[in-house]
Protein backbone atom coordinates (compact mmCIF):
# COMPACT_ATOMS: atom_id res chain seq x y z
CA UNK A 1 0.00 0.00 0.00
CA UNK A 2 1.10 3.75 -1.11
CA UNK A 3 0.11 6.46 0.52
CA UNK A 4 0.55 10.12 -0.03
CA UNK A 5 -2.01 13.06 0.33
CA UNK A 6 -4.52 11.05 2.08
CA UNK A 7 -4.47 9.00 -0.67
CA UNK A 8 -3.90 5.39 -1.00
CA UNK A 9 -3.21 2.88 -3.88
CA UNK A 10 -3.00 -0.99 -3.56
CA UNK A 11 -0.04 -2.31 -4.94
CA UNK A 12 -0.54 -5.72 -4.15
CA UNK A 13 0.52 -8.17 -6.65
CA UNK A 14 -3.11 -9.71 -7.03
CA UNK A 15 -6.09 -7.33 -6.52
CA UNK A 16 -9.56 -9.37 -6.51
CA UNK A 17 -7.93 -12.38 -9.02
CA UNK A 18 -6.50 -9.66 -10.96
CA UNK A 19 -2.59 -9.99 -11.35
CA UNK A 20 -1.19 -6.24 -11.91
CA UNK A 21 0.31 -5.70 -14.79
CA UNK A 22 3.58 -3.95 -15.26
CA UNK A 23 1.49 -1.20 -17.62
CA UNK A 24 -0.75 -0.94 -14.88
CA UNK A 25 1.90 -0.19 -12.03
CA UNK A 26 3.45 2.69 -14.42
CA UNK A 27 0.16 4.14 -14.17
CA UNK A 28 -0.81 4.02 -10.50
CA UNK A 29 3.34 5.34 -10.22
CA UNK A 30 2.27 7.88 -12.54
CA UNK A 31 -0.87 9.12 -10.55
CA UNK A 32 0.92 9.50 -6.82
CA UNK A 33 3.89 11.01 -8.78
CA UNK A 34 1.23 13.48 -9.42
CA UNK A 35 -0.70 13.73 -6.45
CA UNK A 36 2.80 13.98 -4.28
CA UNK A 37 3.38 17.33 -6.74
CA UNK A 38 7.02 16.11 -7.58
CA UNK A 39 7.78 17.81 -10.54
CA UNK A 40 9.59 16.16 -13.65
CA UNK A 41 13.88 16.17 -12.65
CA UNK A 42 17.01 15.79 -14.77
CA UNK A 43 17.43 11.88 -14.44
CA UNK A 44 19.69 9.87 -17.41
CA UNK A 45 17.62 7.12 -18.98
CA UNK A 46 19.13 4.27 -19.45
CA UNK A 47 20.22 3.73 -23.15
CA UNK A 48 17.82 0.47 -22.99
CA UNK A 49 14.78 3.06 -22.82
CA UNK A 50 15.93 5.65 -25.56
CA UNK A 51 14.67 3.88 -28.72
CA UNK A 52 10.84 2.59 -27.47
CA UNK A 53 8.47 2.51 -30.33
CA UNK A 54 5.30 1.15 -27.52
CA UNK A 55 2.06 2.64 -26.41
CA UNK A 56 3.27 6.44 -26.83
CA UNK A 57 0.66 6.92 -23.61
CA UNK A 58 2.67 4.32 -21.44
CA UNK A 59 5.98 5.71 -23.15
CA UNK A 60 5.14 9.08 -21.82
CA UNK A 61 3.94 8.17 -18.52
CA UNK A 62 6.96 5.40 -18.22
CA UNK A 63 9.53 8.27 -18.93
CA UNK A 64 7.56 10.99 -16.45
CA UNK A 65 8.13 7.77 -13.64
CA UNK A 66 11.77 7.43 -15.00
CA UNK A 67 12.06 11.58 -14.38
CA UNK A 68 10.66 11.45 -10.57
CA UNK A 69 13.72 8.58 -9.72
CA UNK A 70 11.21 6.02 -8.84
CA UNK A 71 12.13 3.33 -11.66
CA UNK A 72 15.44 3.09 -12.93
CA UNK A 73 14.99 -0.37 -15.18
CA UNK A 74 13.44 -3.55 -14.73
CA UNK A 75 15.69 -6.30 -13.59
CA UNK A 76 15.13 -8.85 -16.67
CA UNK A 77 16.52 -5.97 -19.13
CA UNK A 78 13.54 -5.30 -21.16
CA UNK A 79 9.92 -3.53 -20.66
CA UNK A 80 7.60 -6.21 -21.41
CA UNK A 81 4.60 -3.67 -20.15
CA UNK A 82 2.11 -6.42 -19.95
CA UNK A 83 4.24 -8.71 -17.73
CA UNK A 84 3.19 -9.04 -14.41
CA UNK A 85 4.72 -6.39 -12.26
CA UNK A 86 7.52 -8.26 -9.80
CA UNK A 87 7.17 -7.76 -5.95
CA UNK A 88 11.02 -6.71 -6.06
CA UNK A 89 10.14 -4.02 -8.84
CA UNK A 90 7.04 -2.61 -6.36
CA UNK A 91 9.18 -2.81 -3.47
CA UNK A 92 12.15 -0.79 -4.75
CA UNK A 93 9.65 1.93 -6.69
CA UNK A 94 7.86 2.57 -3.62
CA UNK A 95 10.96 2.90 -1.34
CA UNK A 96 12.10 4.86 -3.68
CA UNK A 97 8.90 6.95 -3.64
CA UNK A 98 8.61 7.40 -0.05
CA UNK A 99 11.99 9.04 0.11
CA UNK A 100 11.46 11.51 -2.24
CA UNK A 101 8.52 12.55 -0.66
CA UNK A 102 9.72 12.94 2.99
CA UNK A 103 10.28 16.30 4.79
CA UNK A 104 13.60 18.07 3.20
CA UNK A 105 14.14 15.92 0.34
CA UNK A 106 11.33 18.09 -1.95
CA UNK A 107 12.60 21.44 -3.12
CA UNK A 108 10.45 23.97 -1.32
CA UNK A 109 8.53 26.28 -2.36
CA UNK A 110 10.28 29.88 -3.61
CA UNK A 111 12.89 27.95 -4.95
CA UNK A 112 12.94 27.50 -8.68
CA UNK A 113 15.53 25.34 -11.27
CA UNK A 114 17.37 28.50 -12.79
CA UNK A 115 17.45 26.58 -16.66
CA UNK A 116 13.60 27.50 -16.77
CA UNK A 117 14.13 31.16 -16.16
CA UNK A 118 17.47 31.50 -17.94
CA UNK A 119 17.73 28.56 -20.63
CA UNK A 120 20.36 30.30 -22.39
CA UNK A 121 22.79 30.16 -20.41
CA UNK A 122 26.04 28.10 -20.05
CA UNK A 123 25.57 25.17 -17.10
CA UNK A 124 29.12 23.69 -15.83
CA UNK A 125 28.22 22.62 -12.75
CA UNK A 126 31.38 21.18 -10.96
CA UNK A 127 29.65 19.62 -8.34
CA UNK A 128 27.96 17.08 -9.91
CA UNK A 129 31.41 15.83 -11.67
CA UNK A 130 34.78 15.20 -10.77
CA UNK A 131 36.26 18.30 -11.76
CA UNK A 132 36.56 20.26 -8.53
CA UNK A 133 38.84 20.59 -5.56
CA UNK A 134 37.43 17.31 -4.15
CA UNK A 135 38.02 14.94 -7.09
CA UNK A 136 34.53 13.35 -6.83
CA UNK A 137 30.84 14.18 -6.79
CA UNK A 138 29.58 15.83 -4.09
CA UNK A 139 27.34 14.70 -1.76
CA UNK A 140 23.86 16.37 -2.46
CA UNK A 141 24.09 17.03 -6.07
CA UNK A 142 21.90 14.33 -7.58
CA UNK A 143 21.68 16.03 -11.20
CA UNK A 144 23.87 18.63 -12.91
CA UNK A 145 21.11 21.54 -12.25
CA UNK A 146 21.23 24.83 -10.42
CA UNK A 147 18.59 26.22 -8.26
CA UNK A 148 18.00 29.59 -6.71
CA UNK A 149 15.18 31.20 -4.96
CA UNK A 150 12.75 32.78 -7.39
CA UNK A 151 14.21 36.11 -6.25
CA UNK A 152 17.42 35.42 -6.78
CA UNK A 153 16.91 33.43 -10.09
CA UNK A 154 14.50 36.78 -11.52
CA UNK A 155 17.36 39.15 -10.18
CA UNK A 156 20.04 36.98 -12.10
CA UNK A 157 17.87 37.16 -15.38
CA UNK A 158 18.11 40.94 -15.49
CA UNK A 159 21.86 40.41 -15.34
CA UNK A 160 21.24 37.82 -18.17
CA UNK A 161 19.18 40.41 -20.20
CA UNK A 162 22.02 43.22 -19.79
CA UNK A 163 24.55 40.60 -20.56
CA UNK A 164 23.01 39.56 -23.59
CA UNK A 165 22.37 43.19 -24.97
CA UNK A 166 26.76 43.15 -24.90
CA UNK A 167 27.19 40.21 -26.38
CA UNK A 168 27.58 38.28 -23.62
CA UNK A 169 26.02 35.08 -21.89
CA UNK A 170 26.31 34.11 -18.36
CA UNK A 171 28.12 30.76 -17.41
CA UNK A 172 26.96 29.43 -13.94
CA UNK A 173 28.86 27.25 -11.80
CA UNK A 174 26.80 26.44 -8.51
CA UNK A 175 23.90 28.23 -6.84
CA UNK A 176 21.77 26.71 -3.73
CA UNK A 177 24.40 24.31 -2.08
CA UNK A 178 22.93 21.55 0.05
CA UNK A 179 24.45 21.23 3.59
CA UNK A 180 25.22 18.19 3.23
CA UNK A 181 27.16 19.16 0.32
CA UNK A 182 28.96 21.77 2.41
CA UNK A 183 29.85 18.63 5.12
CA UNK A 184 31.04 17.25 2.81
CA UNK A 185 33.69 20.05 2.30
CA UNK A 186 34.76 20.45 5.83
CA UNK A 187 35.40 16.09 5.65
CA UNK A 188 37.42 16.06 2.83
CA UNK A 189 39.51 19.07 4.35
CA UNK A 190 40.19 17.02 7.12
CA UNK A 191 41.85 14.47 5.26
CA UNK A 192 45.02 15.87 4.77
CA UNK A 193 46.11 13.18 2.42
CA UNK A 194 43.59 13.49 0.19
CA UNK A 195 45.31 15.84 -2.82
CA UNK A 196 44.49 14.25 -5.64
CA UNK A 197 43.12 18.13 -6.79
CA UNK A 198 45.72 19.64 -5.60
CA UNK A 199 48.05 21.00 -8.66
CA UNK A 200 44.58 22.33 -10.08
CA UNK A 201 43.01 24.06 -7.02
CA UNK A 202 45.25 25.14 -4.40
CA UNK A 203 49.12 24.37 -5.64
CA UNK A 204 49.98 27.13 -3.37
CA UNK A 205 47.77 26.71 -0.42
CA UNK A 206 48.54 23.48 2.49
CA UNK A 207 45.60 22.24 2.55
CA UNK A 208 46.01 22.04 6.92
CA UNK A 209 45.29 26.14 6.23
CA UNK A 210 42.19 25.96 4.22
CA UNK A 211 40.07 26.30 7.59
CA UNK A 212 41.64 29.54 9.00
CA UNK A 213 42.39 31.19 5.91
CA UNK A 214 38.24 31.12 5.12
CA UNK A 215 38.43 28.78 1.87
CA UNK A 216 36.21 25.95 3.81
CA UNK A 217 34.13 26.77 6.13
CA UNK A 218 31.08 24.78 8.27
CA UNK A 219 28.45 26.94 6.62
CA UNK A 220 27.99 28.30 3.19
CA UNK A 221 26.00 31.28 2.35
CA UNK A 222 24.94 29.04 -0.52
CA UNK A 223 22.78 26.76 1.15
CA UNK A 224 20.27 30.04 2.33
CA UNK A 225 19.69 29.93 -1.80
CA UNK A 226 20.82 33.56 -2.70
CA UNK A 227 23.94 32.65 -3.55
CA UNK A 228 25.97 32.06 -7.20
CA UNK A 229 29.08 31.39 -8.69
CA UNK A 230 29.12 32.71 -12.28
CA UNK A 231 31.41 34.31 -15.08
CA UNK A 232 30.65 35.77 -18.19
CA UNK A 233 31.67 34.23 -21.72
CA UNK A 234 31.13 35.62 -25.22
CA UNK A 235 27.55 35.01 -26.84
CA UNK A 236 29.26 33.94 -30.35
CA UNK A 237 32.07 31.79 -29.12
CA UNK A 238 30.77 30.69 -25.25
CA UNK A 239 34.37 31.85 -24.66
CA UNK A 240 35.52 32.34 -20.77
CA UNK A 241 36.67 36.25 -20.18
CA UNK A 242 39.78 36.30 -18.90
CA UNK A 243 39.66 36.73 -15.05
CA UNK A 244 43.05 35.20 -14.06
CA UNK A 245 42.18 32.23 -12.05
CA UNK A 246 39.31 29.66 -12.27
CA UNK A 247 36.31 29.05 -10.74
CA UNK A 248 36.91 27.74 -7.05
CA UNK A 249 40.90 28.12 -7.53
CA UNK A 250 41.96 29.00 -3.79
CA UNK A 251 44.75 31.59 -3.85
CA UNK A 252 45.05 35.54 -3.70
CA UNK A 253 44.69 35.91 -7.39
CA UNK A 254 40.99 34.77 -6.92
CA UNK A 255 40.71 37.91 -4.59
CA UNK A 256 38.98 40.40 -6.85
CA UNK A 257 41.06 43.21 -6.48
CA UNK A 258 44.31 41.11 -6.60
CA UNK A 259 47.64 42.50 -7.39
CA UNK A 260 48.27 39.84 -9.15
CA UNK A 261 46.23 40.28 -11.79
CA UNK A 262 46.85 42.27 -15.31
CA UNK A 263 44.71 45.28 -16.29
CA UNK A 264 42.41 43.76 -18.27
CA UNK A 265 41.83 40.90 -16.15
CA UNK A 266 40.46 43.05 -13.86
CA UNK A 267 38.29 45.15 -15.96
CA UNK A 268 36.60 41.83 -17.08
CA UNK A 269 36.12 41.35 -13.39
CA UNK A 270 35.11 44.75 -12.85
CA UNK A 271 32.65 44.23 -15.58
CA UNK A 272 31.16 41.29 -14.02
CA UNK A 273 30.90 42.76 -11.17
CA UNK A 274 29.14 46.23 -12.15
CA UNK A 275 26.28 44.40 -14.03
CA UNK A 276 25.78 42.05 -10.61
CA UNK A 277 25.53 44.97 -8.39
CA UNK A 278 23.48 46.67 -10.25
CA UNK A 279 20.87 44.34 -10.14
CA UNK A 280 20.90 43.44 -5.98
CA UNK A 281 23.52 41.12 -5.72
CA UNK A 282 26.83 42.10 -3.05
CA UNK A 283 30.12 40.61 -4.77
CA UNK A 284 32.94 38.78 -1.98
CA UNK A 285 36.15 39.85 -2.37
CA UNK A 286 38.05 37.02 -1.95
CA UNK A 287 36.33 35.30 -4.70
CA UNK A 288 35.57 37.01 -7.84
CA UNK A 289 32.90 34.79 -9.20
CA UNK A 290 30.61 34.48 -5.82
CA UNK A 291 27.73 36.77 -5.37
CA UNK A 292 24.70 36.63 -2.86
CA UNK A 293 21.60 38.83 -3.41
CA UNK A 294 21.41 41.44 -1.07
CA UNK A 295 17.81 41.22 -0.19
CA UNK A 296 17.82 37.48 0.16
CA UNK A 297 14.37 35.77 1.28
CA UNK A 298 16.30 33.16 3.84
CA UNK A 299 19.03 35.14 5.44
CA UNK A 300 19.29 32.92 8.64
CA UNK A 301 18.37 29.65 7.02
CA UNK A 302 20.32 26.94 5.98
CA UNK A 303 18.49 24.23 3.77
CA UNK A 304 19.61 20.51 2.95
CA UNK A 305 17.09 19.46 0.30
CA UNK A 306 19.49 17.48 -3.10
CA UNK A 307 19.48 19.14 -6.03
CA UNK A 308 17.90 16.66 -8.30
Not at 226 to 232: A, I, N, R
Amino acid sequence: MLLTEGRSIDVSLQQEGEVLSRRRFIGLLDEFAEAAGLEPQVFLFDDLYEDIHEDPEIVSKLRNIFNVGLITGYPDGSLQLDRVVSRAEMWAASVRFLRLIEKGNIMPEGFVYLDEVIPDAIYDIRYYTNDNFVGRRVDGYIAPRVILTHEAAEALARVAEECRQNGLLLKIFDGYRPQQAVNNFVRWAADIDDQIMKSKYYPDVDKRDLFHLNFIAEKSGHSRGSTVDLTLVEALTWEELDMASGFDFFGEISHHDSPLITPQQLQNRNLLRDIMVRHGFAPYPEEWWHYTLVDEPYPDTYFDFPVR
